[in-house]
């Protein structure tokens, strides 16, 4: 079965850097667009960056251009989002996720951002 599973969230300060990662398994990693989504309580999930299936073309929010980068490394099936300049305003719960036919999504790792 299809399984995502985050980590790598914690508590930073504003202007630190985190890195996210998300291990999947259960289906082939290698043929499938990845993306990163970000909720904090009373919002809609949004979507922070995608990246496709070899990599060749990523997908930023407007909010992080310049401070996320997001890669994968399809050889150890992982999708990264690498988050530097970290806000006060980044802080929610991130979450991996692809569709094959259907939509899944990994448990969210926590991002809390503040001095």
């Known amino acids: 079965q299809v399984q995502l599973v985050e980590s790598g969230g914690g508590l930073v300060q504003p202007g630190g850097s985190l890195r996210l990662s998300c291990a999947a398994s259960g289906f082939t990693f290698s043929g499938y667009t990845m993306s990163w989504y970000r909720q904090v309580p009373g919002r809609e999930r949004e979507l922070v960056a995608r990246?496709?299936?070899?990599?060749?073309?990523?997908t930023y929010a407007d909010s992080v251009k310049g401070r996320f980068t997001i890669s994968r490394d399809n050889a150890k099936n992982m999708v990264y989002l690498q988050m530097s300049s970290l806000k006060t305003e980044d802080t929610a719960v991130y979450y991996c996720?692809?569709?094959?036919?259907?939509?899944?999504w990994g448990q969210g790792t926590q991002v809390t951002v503040s001095s």
């Open positions: 990246i496709t299936s070899a990599g060749g073309v990523t």
């Open positions: 996720y692809t569709r094959i036919i259907v939509q899944y």
